[in-house]
């Protein structure tokens, strides 16, 4: 049974916790204010034989719509944020885009070429989170986890990191992280920023309710939106949802789309790549139902 006030459920609308703003309703969510509150909620769900679902910034997720029964535990509230010299901790909620400011204004460079994922620090870590330019995992010196039981800390030779996939396993979930950054010039690294903001609203729907990129690329030479437009997705529509005209492998909510909607373009999309290209595309979000 739970006992700390900070560990009692409330009701929300999940569709106000996710950038792509499709999700139903849980009676069910939870907010921990640390990660001791993150370890009795894991063991108590443990003790029920109940699998929680582990909400970050919500931008690489869609959730289905009605009631949703699955207990969601919401990471936001872990924020804190130390610096000492070229090495940073950040709380597994703090939004990417903040801690890069935060390093930036400080001078301590690296992550810098992340800017405009909107992440959360957990999420990073659990989707290895990259652009062309890098991956958070590029600058991860050690990992603090949560299970049913306890506290622990994984040092950077324990991690591996991979295209789109940290080095999260079973019931672990990741409370906070240790980074490793370079010193340089504020103004370097704010204009390095600006330039990496700029083509990504160039060249992504960035204005627009979705939940980043699709489907993994399947290799580097052929991304996942050159094949998608290819066999002429691009700008295609199911309901409310929207295969973007600005980059073929983001699907948009134009305003009232559904996670039928989402799954459809999904399976339309893996189908004709698949007859045209002989090519399985595996998606990079994560739906869940």
């Keep these: 049974m739970l006992y700390s006030v900070t560990l009692i459920p409330r009701e929300e609308v999940l569709s106000e916790w996710t950038t792509m703003r499709i999700g139903g309703v849980t009676e069910h969510f939870y907010e921990p ?12 769900f ?4 109940v699998k929680p679902f582990v909400l970050g910034g919500g931008s690489k997720v869609v959730i289905k719509d009605g009631v949703f029964t699955r207990p969601v535990i919401s990471m936001r509230s872990l924020c804190n944020v130390k610096f000492d010299g070229e090495t940073v901790f950040a709380a597994a909620g703090v939004m990417l885009p903040n801690l890069i400011k935060m390093c930036v204004e400080r001078g301590l460079g690296g992550i ?4 405009g994922i909107p992440a959360t ?3 990073a870590v659990v989707m290895n989170a990259g652009t062309k330019c890098g ?3 590029d600058f991860v010196s050690a990992v603090e986890f949560a299970n049913g039981d306890k506290l622990f800390t994984k040092r950077r030779d324990e991690l591996v990191f991979s295209y789109r996939r940290g080095p999260v396993q079973g019931g672990e979930v990741v409370v906070g992280v240790w980074l490793n950054l370079k010193t340089s010039s504020p103004q370097t690294l704010m204009e390095r920023m600006h330039k990496i903001l700029k083509e990504r609203v160039t060249t992504q729907p960035m204005n627009k309710p979705s939940a980043g990129c699709v489907f993994k690329n399947p290799s580097p030479h052929h991304s996942a939106g ?13 309901g409310g949802a929207q295969f973007s005209s600005k980059h073929a492998n983001f699907i948009i909510n134009t305003g009232n789309a559904t996670f039928k909607d ?3 373009l999904i399976e ?4 004709r790549v698949k007859k045209v290209f002989g090519v399985e595309l595996q998606t990079e979000m994560r739906l869940i139902s």
């Design 121 to 123: 620090v957990g999420g």
């Design 268 to 271: 339309t999309a893996r189908k």
């Design 33 to 44: 204010l640390s990660p001791e509150d993150v370890c009795l909620l894991l063991a108590h």
């Design 46 to 49: 443990r003790s029920e034989g």
């Design 262 to 264: 989402v799954l459809e």
């Design 112 to 115: 810098e070429v992340l800017c």
């Design 135 to 137: 991956s958070f995992g």
């Design 226 to 238: 050159y094949l998608i437009e290819r066999v002429g997705l691009k700008g295609y529509r199911v």
